[in-house]
């Protein structure tokens, strides 16, 4: 479908919802949020929402009451949102300045601080996906990217997702996804480097914002909001493990604190520490088997056939990381022209120190070093800092609210191996006379087990300039414009590793990036907008916003949005909206470049813009476009019971991903174009060998459904019960496969998985929270849907089948045919049960997926070495099972 074809069939989805203003509404918790455990009584008709037995909604008014400065200033007291989050005054997906969440002209949720700890998890994208449909994980990234975590949202990939923080463009990291899956070439935010108990709330914006916020607003918009109050202390200390296997203990010890700054200003603290031991999904390793064990046909050229009795769980490669980490927050205010001028601004650094196992190797492989064979291990350290200062204010500028802001991000990473081992260096091939292709630069005959492999530095610097008006047209209609301005700087560096580490095929489990890959990048990027609301009647709500930006290496792009509601009653309103997006691909994107080194293969990522990815038929990349539409209802049926439908399309022109794979001979000219030699065991069978690059390779269109529904019962002396449900209904289809420069399809069944059946087709989160006098009691009940892969057949596939279709091609190692496997649905339960012990104490004990539920395992002929037992691409089903815990919270 063309462009313009997209548009009006988005235009007609639009108009067929029409569209609606909101229903300001008290009572129960939202579909993804529960009762916060602070009050803030909202006055309404003159009645305390406090006050009232049963609660009451009111028509959303067509324009809220001028306030006496519409930007608020900083306040001495920070006014947390009312115990509805449906009721919370959002900033997210609207210029209005007091816009509540169920009022929004797009779908807006806010999620609270209350939720998110009930959650059970320690970090915040765990903490998301418990708790929200559209937001989900992969099982288990490969390689370095296991060590880093971002989140995907309604199908699409984490580049998609827009962070912001405190309503500032959050930056991401620096470490790449180098490996095929669903995640590839991303450098999504990484939420997990923000103290979660600097989180006040998050307000998620399910809908396509790249007219508002500027590119990767095309699935969404998450929006963390901050603590900012200038009292009280909350001390809370957590852990747990991993029940029925007894490993991943967890920890997690953390505080915040507000203070005063003179009579009108506040600063805010906060810290953390977590860490995390390994989790390893036990498997037994096919090569650590007699060899009358494997199947027909079988590869078992990497088998142990040595005396020594080696374990055959030693392969831990299917599993979740050890992590520690350190996490500080702050946030600061101060009125420095009573409410004319004030400053403000917050920051945050986190320190990690992450280690991955790679897969076991045999102990032929480097005896000299490890007669009992070793595990590799990748491993990071990472320091993550960002920094905003900004002044804002009203009435400086005659009647118009400002704001002027400055943000510097950065994600800097350090990649390393240990437990590893050059074999190349090793090997009687291996030279010390320069020029020799199997040159060593430290020499032959021994190897390091530990080394720098590289390092990343992903830099932004965001500054922003804007401005808003609130007035009436002709005294007649009100209106509230907003424009503004933002420059943004992004750098990217690679620097190589250690010699050692790439040179003769690189150290085991992860080969470093030379000089060839290294190099420092950097673009400027401008951008205008301007947004007008307009409030043509009393029910019905108008928002149009506009967007220009230009990218010095990618050119330019002009994006459009049109939202609108109308509220037929207090208890119905509808809301529509069509929108243009842009993404414009990163720097790492567009410039990193790998090898990969397995057991007895090698993986080479080719930098888009190279001479080796150019002779596989690469071109420079362009940026994506989208078109999106939704509609909804917004529905109370009786007081109190809350519904939200929405429906949406997501058409994604020119998406980046993964292409271009070639195996065999190919792919090692490839890799040696690189300027990178292969060595040893992955030249014995260049049929386990690959190269690939990125490109725009397709074209998709993602459907789907969001409901989320709320109630509160009252039962008096006898507590209240707040009951939810989110429903996320999603499919992504491949619409245009495209073609390489020898006409092939550049996607394979497999690629074309990662991008549209890797996604669970559904989630559903019911939740139910008891509150009773000093006891609460959480059960959330989740569904995950079905996820389907194209798995490559792997060692123990029979290499004596050929590939339908053809007489030569076998199905082991194949990059055309694939075997189909799906991940069924799985029901997950989770409790939590707390007691406020004293006024300032509560413990909280809980059971994430109690029933220790698992995804389904794959059949061994697509099982890696056996020891990779589930499909680890997939988003739905967490592969770590039960989970206990306990929690202390303190507060003063």
């Known amino acids: 479908m063309t462009?313009?074809?997209?548009?009006?069939?988005?235009?007609?989805?639009?108009?067929?919802?029409?569209?609606?203003?909101?229903?300001?509404?008290?009572?129960?918790?939202?579909?993804?949020?529960?009762?916060?455990?602070?009050?803030?009584?909202?006055?309404?008709?003159?009645?305390?929402?406090?006050?009232?037995?049963?609660?009451?909604?009111?028509?959303?008014?067509?324009?809220?009451?001028?306030?006496?400065?519409?930007?608020?200033?900083?306040?001495?007291?920070?006014?947390?949102?009312?115990?509805?989050p449906g009721e919370a005054v959002i900033v997210t997906g609207t210029r209005d300045s007091n816009r509540h969440a169920r009022q929004s002209t797009a779908p807006v949720s806010v999620v609270t601080a209350a939720t998110l700890t009930r959650s059970g998890q320690m970090n915040l994208s765990d903490a998301l996906t418990k708790t929200y449909a559209?937001?989900?994980?992969?099982?288990?990234?490969?390689?370095?990217?296991?060590?880093?975590?971002?989140?995907?949202?309604?199908?699409?990939?984490?580049?998609?997702?827009?962070?912001?923080?405190?309503?500032?463009?959050?930056?991401?990291?620096?470490?790449?996804?180098?490996?095929?899956?669903?995640?590839?070439?991303?450098?999504?935010?990484?939420?997990?480097?923000?103290?979660?108990?600097?989180?006040?709330?998050?307000?998620?914006?399910?809908?396509?914002?790249?007219?508002?916020?500027?590119?990767?607003?095309?699935?969404?918009?998450?929006?963390?909001?901050?603590?900012?109050?200038?009292?009280?202390?909350?001390?809370?200390?957590?852990?747990?493990?991993?029940?029925?296997?007894?490993?991943?203990?967890?920890?997690?010890?953390?505080?915040?604190?507000?203070?005063?700054w003179g009579d009108n200003g506040f600063l805010h603290i906060s810290g953390q520490?977590?860490?995390?031991?390994?989790?390893?999904?036990?498997s037994t390793d096919h090569r650590l088997l007699p060899l009358s064990a494997a199947p027909e046909g079988a590869y078992t050229g990497a088998n142990y056939t040595g005396p020594l009795n080696v374990p055959t769980d030693s392969n831990h490669i299917m599993g979740r990381p050890e992590e520690t980490r350190e996490n500080f927050g702050m946030d600061w205010?101060?009125?420095?022209?009573?409410?004319?001028?004030?400053?403000?601004?917050?920051?945050?650094?986190?320190?990690?120190?992450?280690?991955?196992?790679?897969?076991?190797?045999?102990?032929?492989?480097?005896?000299?070093?490890?007669?009992?064979?070793?595990?590799?291990?990748?491993?990071?350290?990472?320091?993550?800092?960002?920094?905003?200062?900004?002044?804002?204010?009203?009435?400086?500028?005659?009647?118009?609210?400002?704001?002027?802001?400055?943000?510097?991000?950065?994600?800097?990473?350090?990649?390393?191996?240990?437990?590893?081992?050059?074999?190349?260096?090793?090997?009687?091939?291996c030279s010390t006379t320069p020029g020799n292709p199997y040159y060593s630069t430290d020499g032959c005959g021994w190897s390091p087990t530990s080394t720098l492999a590289e390092t990343y530095r992903m830099a932004q610097w965001t500054n922003n300039l804007d401005f808003r008006h609130h007035f009436n047209i002709g005294n007649v209609v009100p209106m509230t414009l907003a424009f503004g301005g933002e420059h943004r700087m992004e750098t990217y560096q690679i620097q190589a590793g250690n010699p050692n580490s790439y040179e003769l095929g690189g150290t085991q489990g992860y080969a470093g990036l030379g000089p060839q890959s290294a190099g420092n990048w950097n673009r400027n990027i401008f951008a205008a907008y301007i947004d007008g609301d307009f409030h043509?009647?009393?029910?019905?709500?108008?928002?149009?916003?506009?967007?220009?930006?230009?990218?010095?290496?990618?050119?330019?792009?002009?994006n459009?949005?049109?939202?609108?509601?109308?509220?037929?009653?207090?208890?119905?309103?509808?809301?529509?909206?069509?929108?243009?997006?842009?993404?414009?691909?990163?720097?790492?994107?567009?410039?990193?470049?790998?090898?990969?080194?397995?057991?007895?293969?090698?993986?080479?990522?080719?930098?888009?813009?190279?001479?080796?990815?150019?002779?596989?038929?690469?071109?420079?990349?362009?940026?994506?476009?989208?078109?999106?539409?939704?509609?909804?209802?917004?529905?109370?049926?009786?007081?109190?019971?809350?519904?939200?439908?929405?429906?949406?399309?997501?058409?994604?022109?020119?998406?980046?991903?993964?292409?271009?794979?070639?195996?065999?001979?190919?792919?090692?000219?490839?890799?040696?174009?690189?300027?990178?030699?292969?060595?040893?065991?992955?030249?014995?069978?260049?049929?386990?060998?690959?190269a690939y690059y990125l490109t725009n390779g397709a074209s998709t269109r993602?459907?789907?459904?969001?409901?989320?529904?709320?109630?509160?019962f009252h039962l008096h002396q006898y507590g209240n019960l707040d009951l939810s449900m989110a429903l996320d209904l999603n499919r992504t289809r491949l619409h245009h496969n495209g073609l390489d420069s020898q006409g092939n399809p550049i996607l394979n069944a497999q690629n074309v998985g990662y991008i549209t059946t890797a996604y669970p087709r559904s989630k559903i989160i019911l939740n139910a929270y008891y509150k009773v006098g000093k006891l609460d009691v959480n059960v959330r009940q989740t569904r995950y849907g079905q996820t389907t892969d194209m798995m490559q057949y792997q060692d123990w596939s029979n290499s004596n089948i050929m590939c339908p279709g053809s007489t030569t091609e076998s199905?082991?190692?194949?990059?055309?045919?694939?075997?189909?496997?799906?991940?069924?649905?799985?029901?997950?339960?989770?409790?939590?049960?707390?007691?406020?012990?004293?006024?300032?104490?509560?413990?909280?004990?809980?059971?994430?997926?109690?029933?220790n539920v698992r995804p389904r395992r794959v059949s061994q002929d697509v099982n890696s070495y056996g020891a990779q037992i589930y499909d680890q691409f997939s988003l739905q089903v967490p592969i770590t099972g039960a989970y206990y815990y306990g929690r202390l919270n303190a507060t003063f």
Not at 38 to 50: I, L
Not at 171 to 197: K, R, Y
Not at 273 to 282: G, L, R, S
Request: hydrophobic letters at 35%; proline letters at 5%; aromatic letters at 8%.
């Open 3 to 84: 462009l313009r074809r997209s548009l009006i069939a988005a235009t007609i989805l639009a108009i067929q919802f029409d569209v609606a203003a909101a229903v300001a509404q008290t009572a129960p918790t939202s579909g993804t949020s529960t009762t916060s455990h602070r009050h803030a009584a909202k006055a309404k008709k003159g009645v305390s929402a406090s006050t009232r037995s049963t609660p009451k909604s009111a028509v959303a008014p067509a324009v809220a009451a001028p306030a006496a400065r519409v930007l608020p200033a900083v306040e001495p007291v920070y006014h947390a949102p009312p115990s509805d």
């Open 536 to 558: 043509l009647t009393k029910h019905w709500d108008l928002d149009f916003a506009g967007r220009f930006e230009h990218y010095t290496d990618v050119g330019n792009t002009q």
């Open 273 to 282: 520490v977590y860490h995390t031991d390994f989790f390893v999904a036990p």
């Open 811 to 851: 199905i082991q190692y194949s990059n055309s045919c694939f075997k189909q496997f799906k991940n069924t649905p799985r029901w997950l339960t989770d409790i939590e049960v707390g007691y406020q012990v004293t006024d300032r104490l509560h413990f909280a004990v809980g059971a994430n997926n109690i029933f």
């Open 134 to 260: 559209s937001i989900n994980v992969v099982a288990m990234a490969a390689d370095s990217a296991a060590l880093t975590q971002s989140i995907q949202m309604r199908g699409l990939g984490p580049n998609e997702v827009l962070v912001l923080v405190d309503g500032k463009r959050r930056h991401s990291t620096a470490n790449i996804v180098a490996d095929s899956g669903p995640q590839f070439g991303s450098t999504g935010a990484d939420l997990n480097t923000l103290p979660s108990n600097m989180i006040d709330h998050i307000e998620v914006l399910e809908d396509g914002a790249a007219a508002q916020y500027g590119s990767d607003a095309i699935a969404g918009v998450v929006n963390i909001i901050t603590k900012k109050q200038d009292h009280g202390y909350n001390l809370s200390a957590t852990t747990g493990a991993n029940a029925y296997s007894g490993q991943a203990w967890q920890y997690q010890v953390n505080g915040d604190a507000g203070f005063k």
């Open 560 to 690: 459009g949005k049109i939202s609108t509601r109308y509220d037929f009653s207090r208890r119905v309103a509808i809301r529509g909206t069509i929108s243009t997006g842009f993404r414009a691909p990163t720097l790492a994107e567009q410039h990193y470049s790998a090898m990969n080194v397995g057991p007895s293969s090698a993986a080479g990522m080719l930098a888009v813009d190279s001479a080796a990815a150019r002779a596989l038929g690469a071109k420079p990349l362009q940026p994506e476009q989208s078109v999106s539409a939704s509609g909804g209802i917004v529905l109370e049926p009786v007081d109190g019971f809350h519904v939200e439908a929405d429906v949406y399309q997501i058409n994604l022109r020119n998406r980046i991903v993964g292409g271009g794979t070639v195996n065999g001979p190919l792919a090692v000219q490839a890799i040696e174009a690189m300027g990178y030699t292969l060595a040893g065991p992955a030249l014995d069978d260049t049929s386990q060998d690959s």
């Open 333 to 429: 205010g101060k009125d420095i022209i009573g409410d004319r001028l004030q400053f403000y601004g917050n920051l945050t650094y986190a320190h990690r120190h992450g280690e991955a196992y790679e897969n076991y190797r045999i102990p032929t492989r480097a005896p000299s070093l490890y007669p009992s064979g070793f595990s590799p291990r990748e491993t990071n350290e990472e320091n993550d800092y960002a920094v905003t200062v900004g002044l804002k204010g009203s009435r400086l500028f005659g009647d118009w609210d400002w704001d002027a802001s400055s943000t510097y991000g950065a994600d800097g990473t350090k990649i390393g191996n240990k437990n590893t081992a050059n074999t190349g260096m090793l090997a009687s091939t």
């Open 702 to 712: 993602t459907q789907g459904l969001d409901i989320k529904a709320d109630y509160r």
